[in-house]
């Protein structure tokens, strides 16, 4: 029996999941966290280092990692890329002057060799707020029909109402588990 089948019977056992939640400062990564965990959210600053909480959600153990989005931090992204099985990328819906370096910062991430297995989703936050781009629109503008290198979703989104939160984080465990926790 090879390495590999004992590690992916090992994880499979524990169900635990490792998720890096990324996108541009602003965009509402510690917000989602924050709701995810029934956490206040009126008090939020903005994240220098990082965030991380464990949640379980249906028999999962979700490690949640929320990486401080401003663009002094992006360089240091990368030390926390190592065995990611989901990455989260979060955009603000209605910062439309940022949406190209959101999405420029995304295609890079994408050729990160140590993110190569993971499942993307993409929050399309801030969907309460008017004069937000629409899912869609967001889907358009940062051209994801061309990513062909990760399973990926996008999922509008409301970090302050938490609509649809649990939407995307059900899909995004669905694929992981489809990868990860096969059957026998």
């Not at 955009?91 to 994408?110: F, I, M, N, P």
């Amino acid at each position: 029996m090879g390495l590999l089948t004992i590690l992916k019977k090992m994880k499979q056992k524990e169900r635990e999941v490792r998720l890096l939640m990324l996108g541009l400062d602003n965009a509402g990564k510690t917000t989602i966290l924050k709701k995810f965990n029934g956490e206040d959210i009126n008090t939020i600053s903005p994240t220098l280092g990082f965030n991380i909480k464990t949640l379980e959600h249906r028999g999962f153990k979700l490690n949640m990692w929320d990486v401080g989005g401003q663009k002094s931090l992006r360089s240091y992204w990368r030390n926390y890329f190592e065995s990611t099985d989901g990455l989260i990328w979060v955009v603000d819906s209605a910062d439309r002057a940022r949406l190209q370096d959101c999405a420029q910062e995304l295609s890079g991430l994408l050729l990160e060799e140590r993110l190569a297995g993971a499942t993307l989703l993409v929050f399309a936050n801030k969907q309460d707020l008017p004069g937000a781009l629409s899912k869609d629109a967001i889907k358009e503008a940062m051209e994801l029909d061309n990513i062909k290198t990760h399973h990926w979703c996008i999922q509008g989104c409301s970090a302050v109402t938490g609509e649809n939160l649990l939407t995307g984080i059900d899909w995004l465990l669905d694929d992981i588990s489809s990868r990860i926790f096969t059957a026998d």
